[in-house]
């Protein structure tokens, strides 16, 4: 029984480049959050998901920034033009219908150049 | 909006020792409340939660308690090993909407044999 998965674990871009990152929900998990975590802080949520729709994405910056989760096939977090400020490690966690707990992939740490 | 406070930020106990992680919350709606661990490159992992209507939980060496009244939960964690250090969060979960977590900053536990 896999868990959380995500890919890249380690992504570099330079700036003004595109980065995607990847979450695979564990089995029968229909609902995804995307969390960013910058050194030595906490994690802020960005961005939630349900299949095919976004319920919530308060968290993530208007701009550059964009989600998603097709019927079919991983959730993507996609951020464009990147800068500096952008390096942090995103994660997802991922949870089924009815049930509050949340279980993290292992994370995608970005770093841009 | 929801506010996590946590406290100390790093801690170090000897090996054996108990170890206390507090944190306060600032929406009293908020009902959930877990606690994750996480090492080093790795992503959060769930060791305990606690829901609104419970005021203590135990699993094994690790207990947590929540005061409801004063907004208020803790981590005890007992006889601590050396595989126990590493960062743990507490978090609250947001009830409407997203359900999200809000995280607290984080306690870096050092176990010192």
């Known amino acids: 029984n896999a868990g959380v998965m995500q890919n890249p674990r380690h992504l570099v871009r330079r700036r003004g480049q595109e980065a995607r990152l990847r979450c695979s929900p564990m089995k029968g998990h229909s609902h995804v959050y995307w969390y960013r975590q910058l050194p030595e802080e906490g994690l802020k949520f960005m961005v939630y998901l349900q299949k095919e729709n976004i319920i919530d994405e308060s968290g993530m910056p208007k701009e550059r920034f964009s989600a998603e989760f097709p019927k079919e096939g991983p959730s993507i977090l996609r951020i464009q033009q990147v800068v500096r400020g952008d390096s942090a490690a995103y994660f997802c966690?991922?949870?089924?219908?009815?049930?509050?707990?949340?279980?993290f992939g292992p994370g995608t740490r970005l770093l841009v150049l | 909006g929801e506010n996590v406070e946590q406290h100390p930020s790093t801690l170090s106990v000897q090996e054996g020792d108990s170890a206390v992680i507090k944190c306060t919350y600032s929406d009293s709606a908020s009902n959930y409340f877990p606690w994750y661990k996480q090492e080093l490159g790795k992503g959060p992992q769930l060791i305990i939660d606690i829901r609104s209507n419970v005021g203590e939980k135990k699993d094994q060496r690790i207990a947590v308690t929540l005061n409801k009244t004063a907004k208020h939960f803790s981590l005890h964690i007992t006889e601590t090993q050396p595989e126990d250090s590493a960062v743990y969060f507490c978090a609250a979960r947001i009830i409407q909407g997203a359900q999200k977590l809000v995280f607290g900053q984080g306690t870096r536990l050092t176990i010192n044999p």
């Open positions: 966690a991922t949870r089924r219908d009815s049930l509050e707990t949340q279980y």
